[in-house]
């Protein structure tokens, strides 16, 4: 157990469905991020948070959003779901910027 | 876009043999970190290595840093079966927003 706990595991939902993930960062740690895997376009950084707050943005759709709670757990939504959403959904955090991260196992989601 | 290239994209090598990969990356960074993954499993923080150190040891792993010709190599010796994983760089660069941008990894193969 990384202490990053993403839920649910696996999601299997329908194209044009609404979807959201959940993350609980590791006890301390400020920065949240989530990234996404797929086997075509690799790991690719989706949106950072630090202590509530959108500190840097990457390839994240529109249809697609996060926030960070004060609790400091993160929640990605993902709506207007396409086939191509199908991925890995991976959310790390980190106890500062700069450091090495510490990731969850993971949201395997499936679109059919 | 992936700032950091793995190479080989893929490795297969007896137990007992040591197994280097190597990393490219494009712009300057502040440091460089090496991540291990199981398959489908989420990824394990290995080494960070800072832009003003060459070498950086941690058990059985090696990694050095030429910032002159932006690459890196993690050696890991004395390779074991459980070593089998795929081992991802990833690179903090500057004015990046302290996102961590990965390569599309190294797949090893450790046979017993």
């Known amino acids: 157990d990384s202490g990053v706990t993403q839920t649910p595991k696996h999601l299997i939902t329908a194209t044009g469905q609404r979807v959201t993930l959940r993350c609980s960062p590791r006890?301390?740690?400020?920065?949240v991020y989530w990234y996404q895997q797929s086997l075509d376009q690799g790991l690719q950084f989706l949106i950072q948070?630090?202590?509530?707050?959108?500190?840097a943005k990457g390839n994240i759709l529109e249809r697609f959003s996060a926030q960070q709670f004060p609790d400091l757990h993160s929640e990605l939504n993902l709506s207007s779901l396409e086939l191509g959403d199908s991925a890995l959904y991976f959310c790390a955090s980190s106890v500062e910027q700069g450091g090495g991260y510490t990731f969850g196992s993971g949201t395997r989601l499936t679109v059919v | 876009s992936q700032q950091g290239e793995e190479d080989p994209q893929a490795l297969s090598i007896q137990e007992g043999e040591n197994a280097t990969m190597n990393c490219s990356y494009k712009?300057?960074?502040?440091?460089l970190q090496w991540y291990r993954q199981n398959s489908g499993r989420g990824l394990v923080h290995l080494i960070l290595?800072?832009?003003?150190?060459r070498e950086k040891h941690s058990g059985r792993l090696r990694v050095t840093l030429d910032t002159s010709k932006k690459s890196s190599s993690l050696l890991i010796t004395a390779s074991r079966a459980a070593d089998t994983a795929s081992y991802f760089c990833a690179t903090d660069a500057r004015n990046a927003g302290n996102m961590l941008t990965f390569g599309g990894g190294t797949r090893l193969m450790v046979k017993p």
């Open positions: 290595i800072r832009s003003n150190e």
């Open positions: 006890s301390g740690d400020l920065s």
């Open positions: 712009t300057s960074i502040n440091n």
């Open positions: 948070y630090y202590n509530g707050e959108e500190r």
